[in-house]
Each structure stands twice: as C-alpha cells, then as structure tokens.
C-alpha cells in the first residue's frame, strides 16, 4: 500500500541523499530516458469522452479548509478584473517580508466585493522569513473577514528557496501553523507544474497536516524559454508548444498526489496560456483551443481541480506574456467560460452541476425539452476538432471548439432505449441511454420506481410551494432550507467557509451544518435525527426540528402527506 509523505520518511530520505552541508543539497540525477518515456506517454494519451452536467452531489469532497462542497472558484488578478467581474476570486501579491498587508487597489476590491482571495507569498529567501512579521500580516488580512488562501513561498522547485529542501518543508511548517490559528485562511502547497525536472515534488511536500490544498503554477508555453526552435525533447520534457495544453501539464502534479495518495482539493493558483511573445502575439489559433482548454476541459477532467486563477496582466519587459485583457477574443472566451454553473460566481454561491462522465451522470431532467452535452476531445497536435454527434444512427449536430456542446432535444424521441455516437478525427464513441419521460440515463436501463406520493407542507393553513419538492428520508421530511426559513419569518445567512446555514429570528439563532447530526440552538446543541444535506442544487433541513426550534407547533397528517406547521 502506498504511504503518504511524513515528515520522518521525508526527513530520512534527505539526510541519506544529502552528504554535503544543507546548502549544498545534491538532487539525484534522473534517469532521462524513463522520464522522456514518462512524459511523451503523457503527452500522447488522447482523450475522447462524452460529458453531461450533474447533480453536485457527484462532486469529489476533502473536507479541506475553505473547500466548496462542489464547484470551482474562477479569478485574475484584481487590479486586471474589471471588465470580468463579477468573478469568485483575485489574485494578489505580498512580497517577502517588506510588505505589511495588501496594496491598493485589490485590497479595496476584496473588501467590497463577495470574493476568495489567492495570496501569493513571494519570498525570495528563507533566512528572511520572520515569523513575527508573518503573523502581523495575517493579523491584518484577518480583519478583512474574507476567505483567503495563503500560497507561501511557492515555485520553490525552480527557484533559490528550493535549494535546501529540508530548510524550505520546515518554513513552510512553521508559517502553516500560523495560518491554521486564523479560521478563515486555508494554507497553500504550490509548486510550478513542471518545474525543474531533477527536482520532484517529493522532495518539497511538507506533510497532509501543513497542507490544506495543493496548488500549481501552470502556464500553457507557446515557445520553451521563449526559443521558437525548440527541440523534440524540451517540448515534451516541459510541454510546450503542440503539447501545451493545461489537461497534459496538471498530469505530473496530480500523478504525484496519486503515488502518495495525497487526498486534497487542487487549484491553478495562477496560470494562463501564452498570447504574446518578444516575436509579437500568438496566432489565435493557437491560443483559443489551449484558453478553452484550461477553463473548460481542467473541471471535466479534473473535479478535484476546484480553483482556477488567471495571470491577466501584460508586461512587455518579458519574453513571454499571458494577458488576455486587449484580445477579444480571449475575453470573450474568458467570459463564455465564467458564465458556466460549474464555477462559482462569487464566494458565497453554489454550483448548479458539476461534470461528470455522461455513463456516470445518472438521472439528466431535460430543461425547455433540452439536455446539455458536451465532449472532452484531445488528440495529439490535432488542435482543430469537429465532434460530430449522432442519435440511432442519424447525423445530429457538429461543434468545433472546445467543449463541443450539444443541446440534445429529447422531446421527440420515444421512451425506452436509444444510441448516441461522437465521432471525430477518425475516432468514435457509442453510448445506450435510455428515456423516460422529461429525462434521459446514459449506461445501465434505470429500474422502474413508482412515483413517491407528493409531500405536502402546510404552514397556518396555506399550503407552501417549492421548487425542490419535499422529500422523505428516515421517516423525517426535508424541505428547502432557504424557503422555509423565509417562510417561517427568519433571517437567513449561509457561510460558504463552514458550509453552514444562520437562521434568526426574534431572540433566536440557529446553525445547521451540512451532513452534520445536531443543529445549535442559541449556542446549544440538539440531536438531528436526520442531518441537513444537499439534494439536486438545494440544502435540505428537516421540517419538524426547524420549526419546532422558531418556535411552531408542528403535525403530521398521514392520510394527506402533510406536514402541518402552526406559528
């Protein structure tokens, strides 16, 4: 069984490699061959699948600090974001330890605007880091009262603070213990995707406890070190050019996090794909497949990625740029991206669906008779795919960029089983769903249920509506947490951090937690016997408790299915 990495096995395996002093660490030499075999296997896998959006309750959970129960963050820069905005999070900078708190004008706009906040801790060496200084900083972004991620010293595999790495795990420890004593930071491990290649991630990790996500640089390079005549090897070695694509680039990392099964929630802490070199811009036709890429085809491979940060910002001194602020058509990419309700549109929301295999997708309820579909498609230097989409085997509909969406109107279709084929670039695919009604299940025939009996709420004699039906769990009946709440005259707030719904009224509060066993009433616990959760896109609480705890007299009459609520 593979272990995780701790800090004796960690600490062991450098004092054995290491004969020299610390600052003379010497990193193993790799074995190049295997490693070009690594990554050329890596580059060449091709991927052909058909997507549909379900419900979040498919999304992968950690359990991690500041870790929305499904969805993505989706952010820039903060000083680049105005023509993006409303966006789930920015980017900002602290640098070293010279900087006291956040520079106008991103502090402002985190202040005002409902965002998470990606911190990025620069520090240029780890002599300097004053533990002092670092708790005066948190102290101050503390008073903002907003989620924020601490990405501390971070690209350490390709820069000076990486070269002891048993000095760098023990910063990174010692600061982590700082920002675990603040409730609404979450603590940052990341790495360039990449990276030195005689420098593995291994050698830097600090330990599931110091770490709260796992984030990674990663930079779509449209040119390796900016040379338009790179070799075979350091395209494939670094992933660039007919290779860069943010779907290949994550492999490396995430592979890592498999071998040492490293169970966290992942995020591009900053990244982008290259639009502008010291040659002049990028053909859009490089660049508009590999945008779609990193925003699109990341969170349908990829559900653990639950954080995508881009670095809009254009500074002609380098050789290689990213902005897409100036390009219209990365904009509009962008915004087409940032529209999806698999992203969070601020700190607070919840996603509408998460993506998810459409064999694995369950129960899709069409919406205005259509069901969305989408393709994840990618074939080595084949940049311009057309997914063609079939239904019984005639010819429906083609899209040709990325994610390649169908809206499949089911509506004249009958119930029972059927085909769908996607085909592309001499590939293809073939699917049985089956139909039923206003909906369609993609794998397996679905059993037969009868339709459960409709349950009724009815609060002071009016009967309530919702739009999530009530449902019937452990003989206890859940309703939407939101209208009932209302409902029954109370304020209502939820904190995303906690996963937590504040309800008050008059004299009282309570705080139910999701998938917790017990509410807290004015500060005391009572016993749920059946805890609130989500189903589809709501979070449901049981009627009888909620409402007992405002204060109503609540029934059940069984002939009618109702649940009768006097305030």
């Not at 992968?60 to 993006?84: C, H, K, N, Q, V």
């Not at 240029?124 to 990405?151: A, E, G, Q």
Request: charged share 20%.
């Amino acid at each position: 069984m593979k272990k995780k990495i701790i800090a004796a096995t960690l600490l062991l395996s450098i004092t054995l490699l290491c004969a020299a002093p610390a600052f003379a660490f010497s990193f193993p030499e790799p074995d190049w061959g295997a490693l070009l075999r690594e990554k050329e296997n890596m580059v060449n896998e091709t991927d052909f699948e058909l997507y549909a959006e379900a419900s979040p309750d498919h999304a992968p959970y950690y359990g991690a600090r500041l870790e929305p129960r499904s969805g993505a963050y989706l952010g820039m820069i903060a000083e680049t974001s105005d023509e993006f905005r409303p966006l789930s999070s920015y980017l900002t900078y602290i640098d070293n330890m010279n900087q006291p708190d956040l520079y106008y004008p991103a502090n402002q706009m985190i202040k005002d605007d409902d965002v998470a906040t990606m911190v990025g801790w620069t520090i240029h060496s780890l002599d300097m880091v004053d533990i002092n200084h670092v708790r005066n900083v948190l102290n101050t972004l503390s008073s903002y009262n907003k989620p924020m991620f601490i990405r501390f010293a971070n690209e350490m595999n390709t820069s000076g603070i990486g070269d002891d790495p048993t000095k760098y795990v023990d910063t990174f420890r010692a600061v982590a213990n700082v920002v675990h004593e603040y409730p609404n930071f979450a603590m940052v491990w990341s790495p360039i995707d990449l990276g030195s290649l005689d420098r593995p991630f291994k050698y830097y990790y600090p330990g599931d406890e110091y770490v709260d996500w796992v984030g990674v640089s990663c930079y779509s390079l449209r040119y390796f070190q900016g040379n338009p005549n790179t070799t075979y090897k350091d395209s494939v070695y670094f992933m660039t050019g007919d290779y860069a694509w943010a779907t290949n680039r994550l492999k490396p990392i995430l592979k890592f996090m498999s071998d040492y099964n490293i169970q966290k929630p992942v995020m591009i802490s900053e990244g982008g794909v290259t639009t502008a070199t010291n040659h002049g811009p990028v053909d859009e036709s490089w660049v508009a497949p590999r945008l779609r890429n990193m925003l699109w085809s990341v969170i349908m491979k990829y559900p653990q990625i639950k954080m995508i940060n881009y670095f809009n910002i254009d500074r002609p001194d380098e050789a290689v740029r990213y902005p897409i602020s100036g390009y219209s058509y990365a904009s509009n990419i962008f915004k087409e991206a940032a529209q999806c309700d698999a992203y969070l549109h601020s700190a607070s929301d919840t996603a509408d669906f998460v993506f998810r295999p459409a064999n694995n997708a369950g129960t899709l309820a069409a919406k205005n008779g259509l069901v969305r579909l989408y393709t994840l498609a990618y074939m080595p230097k084949n940049p311009n795919i057309t997914v063609n989409y079939y239904i019984d085997g005639t010819w429906k509909h083609s899209a040709n960029q990325i994610p390649y969406i169908y809206n499949f109107d089911i509506s004249a279709l009958t119930d029972g089983a059927h085909t769908l084929k996607i085909s592309a670039s001499g590939s293809e695919k073939s699917y049985t769903f089956y139909k039923r009604g206003g909906a369609i299940q993609f794998g397996a025939e679905p059993a037969y249920v009868p339709a459960a009996p409709t349950i009724n709420v009815n609060l002071n004699g009016r009967k309530l509506t919702f739009d999530q039906p009530p449902v019937m769990e452990s003989d206890r009946v859940l309703v939407p947490m939101r209208k009932i709440f209302e409902e029954l005259g109370a304020n209502v707030y939820w904190d995303n951090a906690s996963q937590t719904a504040i309800a008050e009224k008059g004299s009282r509060t309570i705080l139910i937690k999701i998938n917790a066993s017990y509410m807290i009433i004015n500060g005391d616990r009572e016993s749920l016997d059946v805890p609130a959760r989500l189903i589809g896109d709501r979070t449901m609480v049981p009627a009888r408790a909620v409402s007992e705890a405002l204060g109503c007299y609540v029934t059940w009459d069984d002939a009618t299915q109702t649940v009768v609520i006097i305030d």
